[in-house]
């Protein structure tokens, strides 16, 4: 009899020790981790979650009644009574266990609780005795409503949804406020096996799951017997195995994460796991319009080689709008707007127009157009116009419509290619940016740029010479709603606004007489330009109203893989230049994004500067006798009036003038000449970009090979 009281007072010491050494952990974070989404600029919807684990918390008083009731006659009809856990289930786990089965079983609500919120999955003996007295320190340390709404919110129901809010959502479409008793008798019968109890997995097994919760709350007297009579199996939605960053959701949700790290200062697992809102500058109407721009300008049997990227920036903000990076992130998570180098040909000629104008020198000011033209600092290498066009003695308004690359490469001759770069750079492209450099050529565009650095200089030019850096995150709010980050982009001036409305009352030239043509049927002010260069190795539309600046880009590899080799476009005997696809894609685009917005006008040009009459001979001589010009060869073109239309007529003409350098607006273009021959100035280096193309980059240049950089297209 001593040695029975003995034991006794032993077990009860024993039990007293463990009481006390056993306390209460921090929540593990997977029981805290609430999924984080990304949302359009509305605030409201969603371009997708971060990662798949997904909860969203209730109060008790959100969830039914009866769901309640459903929950507690599928796992623990005593839970109000008993002491947070239960000597007979632990006893027939025991028993289990002691014949070679499961560990698993015998647990309460609150006990399956501790386990999730507290300790983890794993089934051990050590992990049972922890999880029994910390169930009974949580049974006395708080009251049962928040046991139960803390298991509610924290336990797994199946269709990757933690928590009975997301439940609701994952099996009826709905929140969980408006469940109904026989759909929350279906959810709490899921929560002994998720994947097993499925209805859209196994329907019988779901039914008779189903009818034993049911009956369960009929024999607690939560349910009528009337009631339970007249109950059906509730339908679920279908079972979706969606994936947030398939197609080019994926591409936005990789932009936004990268930001997210680099400029919030986030880590990977605070963005996944930390329940964040985040809205974003992404227009869903505009991201629509993208996808759809691309989708309906390129041709059938593409090759799967061809890439396309757009992306439209606010130019009054920085702030990203649309983003197509690609067709599907899954099958290929290079993104051509953000990663691509690709030569950018003409579009880098208003680059050399911003530092001439700079330097005082007028948008009437004169050059010869005629072509080839041999010149000094290119040394044995001639420039040449698309087509070998003559052109006469032309202004700066009809060189920019008509992309001379004759005329512009005297004007970089005389701004320095040194104050070209430089502005470009001002403009919104890194000074790291691939063959960036203090070269002849660079005026025609033989740097290789991202397309977004590109948007983001030319919405430059749309915001009046005001630079913001481009971004994709407009905030960031926390899983308590409170607002922990709110974007605040650089901003500068960088060059004067006359300057900017001289600069783009050229580009409206490109548009309203040039191989932007196709843009005029926007019938609204649109400044642009367009680029190809050699060998059809690109092809850009980079063009703004004052609201939106876009780039649009195609370039093509050898395979689908972009990193392989880089190649000419090529869509069958349908040439592809900026003013082919990219000028239609742009402008599909911008009808759809700017729809309903009001048509501004860019200010009116200031002519600053001086108009000079630029004379090639002295630093130029020809290589073949003139032939006749298809513009006069005496006077420049005709100087614009003061006050210039700002819109294009409504029936704009839907090809340039004859004596165009640019591709018809069309698609097509005349044959280019046979090359003309000459080296690549020792100066313009030329390699694959890096992790792209194992072949020497094109030497980007006129029509033939003898100018290195792009053709005028």
């Keep these: 009899m001593a040695l029975l009281g003995t034991g006794v007072l032993l077990g009860i010491a024993g039990f007293v020790t463990a009481y006390a050494l056993v306390s209460i952990p921090s929540p593990n974070e997977l029981a805290q981790a609430q999924v984080s989404t990304a949302y359009y600029s509305d605030g409201t919807t969603p371009i997708g979650r971060f990662s798949e684990r997904n909860r969203v918390p209730v109060t008790l008083d959100q969830v039914p009644e009866p769901v309640r009731n459903a929950v507690l006659a599928a796992e623990d009809r005593s839970f109000y009574e008993n002491r947070g856990v239960s000597p007979t289930g632990i006893a027939r786990a025991a028993w289990n266990n002691l014949r070679g089965e499961s560990t698993q079983g015998g647990s309460t609500i609150t006990q399956q609780y501790v386990k999730n919120y507290f300790l983890n999955a794993e089934q051990s003996y050590t992990r049972k005795f922890k999880e029994f007295f910390i169930a009974l320190k949580i049974d006395e340390q708080q009251t049962k409503d928040a046991t139960l709404a803390a298991y509610l919110n924290t336990v797994y129901f199946g269709r990757q949804a933690y928590g009975i809010q997301t439940a609701a959502q994952a099996y009826f479409g709905k929140d969980v406020a408006q469940l109904s008793a026989s759909e929350g008798a279906l959810l709490a019968g899921v929560l002994a096996a998720p994947s097993a109890y499925d209805p859209r997995k196994d329907p019988e097994a779901a039914q008779r799951r189903w009818e034993y919760v049911m009956d369960g709350m009929v024999d607690e007297g939560w349910l009528t017997p009337a009631e339970r009579a007249v109950a059906t199996m509730p339908e679920t939605v279908e079972l ?222 749309a915001a009046q010479g005001v630079r913001h850096d481009w971004h994709v995150v407009a905030s960031v709010a926390g899983p308590d709603g409170e607002q922990i980050y709110t974007a605040s982009p650089g901003e500068a001036r960088v060059f004067e606004e006359p300057v900017m409305a001289d600069t783009t009352h050229a580009l409206q030239q490109v548009v309203q007489r040039g191989s932007g043509s196709h843009a005029s049927r926007l019938k609204r002010p649109v400044a642009g330009k367009t680029g190809t260069s050699t060998k059809n190795m690109s092809a850009w539309f980079a063009g703004y109203t004052p609201q939106l600046a876009t780039v649009v880009v195609m370039y093509q590899t050898e395979t689908a893989d972009p990193t392989s080799p880089r190649t000419s476009l090529n ?30 006008a860019f200010p009116k040009p200031k002519f600053v500067g001086k108009a000079q009459g630029v004379r090639s001979s002295s630093t130029s001589t020809r290589t073949r006798s003139p032939r006749p010009s298809t513009t006069s060869s005496s006077t420049s073109s005709e100087p614009p009036s003061e006050s210039p239309s700002e819109a294009p007529s409504e029936s704009p003409s839907e090809s340039p003038s004859e004596s165009s350098s640019e591709s018809p607006s069309d698609g097509t273009a005349p044959e280019s000449p046979a090359p003309t021959g000459g080296a690549t100035p020792s100066t313009q280096p030329t390699g694959a970009s890096p992790g792209r193309s194992a072949t020497p980059a094109p030497q980007a240049g006129g029509a033939g090979e003898a100018t290195p950089a792009g053709d005028g297209r």
């Design 571 to 600: 869509l069958g005997r349908r040439e592809v230049t900026g003013g082919s696809y990219p000028v239609r894609m742009w402008t599909s685009f911008m009808q759809t994004a700017l729809e309903g917005q009001p048509v501004e």
């Design 240 to 461: 979706r195995q969606e994936n947030d960053w398939e197609g080019t959701e994926g591409y936005l949700l990789r932009t936004v994460e990268r930001e997210l790290e680099k400029k919030v200062g986030l880590t990977s697992e605070q963005i996944k796991r930390g329940g964040l809102k985040v809205v974003t500058t992404f227009d869903a109407k505009a991201q629509e319009a993208a996808k759809e721009a691309v989708r309906s300008n390129l041709p059938e049997g593409a090759p799967a080689g061809l890439h396309v990227g757009v992306v439209s920036i606010d130019p009054r903000s920085g702030g990203v709008r649309a983003m197509y990076g690609g067709a599907d992130f899954l099958t290929n998570q290079f993104n051509s707007v953000t990663m691509a180098e690709v030569q950018a040909g003409s579009t880098f000629k208003p680059f050399t127009l911003v530092a001439a104008l700079e330097k005082g020198i007028s948008l009437k000011s004169t050059f010869d157009g005629n072509s080839p033209l041999k010149l000094k600092s290119w040394g044995k290498d001639t420039v040449e116009n698309f087509g070998d066009a003559d052109l006469g003695r032309i202004d700066l308004m009809t060189a920019t419509a008509k992309s001379s690359n004759t005329v512009y490469a005297q004007l970089n001759d005389k701004v320095t290619p040194a104050a070209t770069r430089e502005a470009a750079i001002r403009a919104g492209l890194e000074p790291g940016t691939k063959d960036l450099l203090d070269v002849p050529s660079n005026v025609l565009g033989s740097a290789s740029v991202a397309p977004v650095e590109l948007a983001q200089a030319y919405a430059t030019f």
